[in-house]
């Protein structure tokens, strides 16, 4: 299921916006630094913010050194503003306004050139809209904008700030816009405000309604606000999407997206290593003499099984002994026993490690509604971040609740693997523990 798209506002859109409001657009020579419309009183320059500032590299790694700091260890740092200190609040602020403070700039120098050409002098007026930069709610955008125009400028009168967001969660969808004037200059009053906002408003309802009837080409079009993510030497970073409400499903919002590799396929998540008591050992090896795996002695297959544990190194693939009955794998197998190998073995091993990690996955249970702790457990810890699941990352424990015994084990620190994989990985280890019980708790990180 694809994306609803909003249609792309265009500066003939805007001048549609004027011309209804009472204005006209600025008639200057091409070699005129010019503003770009008259509205009775005021002169006005049109700026559109379209481009993602997360997307330059080295603004990308000005935020990432930035936040860093503040999430060291983890393998995906989250861009919270919130979450800085005064000092450095001012500094992220100071790198993302780049886009918008290159256009505050040019801006002022329009207006003023253009309001010397009129008797008396109108009021000087910038209308910026955000159509692109979605990694700025729409306060941090007017707030960057009225700190550009009253830092670096002088020749501006009013603000005015705009922009139409789109969130969509592919089921529900919200449009919604902002234009909301910004005074500058005290002195000056912009009463054609009032006929603009009207005609502003009209256009978005108008784009609202095209947004059902009329499905809008990609070039002509842009996606809803969505997560922004990166990443710079092995780690992650995020600045989540608006969560979008729903009265669709249980838990007010609709399922979250998946564009992991392992989406919609479970990777391997072990390699099985058939093991034997002594008394079904003899019963195998008197069947399969010659197989490796069983070595010439009991003793033998038991180091060799832990030399094989103890090379094994991958974490996402544990090495999970197996223990193999023999009256059971005859039970299991359908073909006589003169046709009988060794592969049947491990295959019988493999479906009984199957049959067990599916049983503790779909006995797991949530963490916050669990009444009654048992005494041994694996525990997983799921960090959710934003609106994709290939941000989430997760931690594995064996925790101990046995008196006089109590200890958490650490097994598996944040991997960058979503729930339903962590869940199956975590059921792995429970197998390989022999642990009948997997507990899990999920904690949104924004």
């Known amino acids: 299921m694809e994306h609803i798209r909003v249609k792309n506002i265009s500066e003939s859109d805007f001048e549609t916006i004027i011309k209804k ?24 320059e049109l700026k559109f913010i379209q481009e993602e500032g997360f997307e330059v590299s080295t603004r990308q790694a000005k935020i990432a050194n930035l936040f860093r ?23 992220y602020y100071n790198i993302i306004a780049g886009p918008i403070k290159t256009h505050v700039k040019k801006a002022d120098k329009q207006l003023d050139k253009t309001a010397q050409r009129y008797e008396p002098k109108p009021v000087r007026v910038l209308v910026i809209v955000n159509l692109g930069y979605t990694a700025l709610s729409p306060d941090e955008f007017k707030a960057i904008c009225f700190k550009c125009v009253r830092n670096d400028t002088t020749k501006i009168d009013w603000l005015v700030c705009g922009g139409v967001y789109l969130h969509s969660d592919k ?5 919604f816009s902002r234009f909301e004037p910004v005074p500058i200059n005290l002195k000056c009053l912009f009463p054609s405000f009032d006929p603009l906002f009207k005609a502003w408003d009209k256009f978005v309802e108008d784009l609202a309604t095209s947004l059902i009837l009329e499905p809008n080409p990609e070039g002509q079009s842009r996606l809803p606000v969505l997560d922004i993510a990166f990443d710079i030497d092995g780690v992650r970073y995020v600045k989540a999407a608006p969560v979008v409400p729903s009265s669709m499903w249980p838990f007010g919002h609709g399922p979250r997206e998946n564009t992991s590799q392992h989406a919609n396929k479970c990777p391997p998540l072990s390699t099985t290593y ?12 008197k069947m399969f003499p010659h197989a490796p795996t069983l070595a010439s002695t009991h003793q033998d297959h038991l180091k060799l099984c832990l030399q094989k544990e103890t090379e094994h190194q991958d974490k996402l693939k544990p090495f999970v002994p197996v223990r193999v009955d023999f009256e059971e794998f005859k039970k299991w197998i359908s073909k006589p026993e003169c046709d009988w190998v060794f592969m049947d073995v491990a295959k019988f091993a493999n479906e009984l490690f199957i049959s067990r990690i599916k049983a503790t996955f779909n006995a797991a249970i949530d963490g916050k509604e669990m009444k009654v702790v048992p005494l041994e457990y694996v525990y997983l810890v799921v960090r959710e971040v934003g609106q994709d699941k290939i941000n989430d990352y997760c931690s594995i424990y064996y925790v101990s609740e046995t ?11 944040n991997e960058k693997i979503f729930f339903e994989y962590g869940l199956a990985l975590a059921a792995t280890y429970a197998a390989k523990r022999n642990v009948g019980f997997l507990i899990y708790t999920k904690n949104n990180c924004g």
Not at 171 to 175: A, G, I, R
Not at 403 to 413: S, V, Y
């Open 69 to 91: 700091q503040y999430q060291p260890r983890i393998p995906v740092v989250t861009i919270k503003p919130e979450i800085l200190d005064e000092a450095d609040s001012r500094t």
């Open 171 to 175: 089921f529900d969808s919200y449009l």
């Open 403 to 413: 008196p006089g015994f109590k200890h958490k084990e650490l097994i598996l620190e």
């Open 274 to 285: 058939a093991t034997f008591s002594e008394e079904n050992w003899q019963h195998f090896h």
């Open 21 to 44: 409001a009472g204005g006209s657009r600025v008639v200057a020579d091409e070699s005129m630094v010019s503003a770009d419309f008259i509205l009775n009183e005021a002169v006005i």
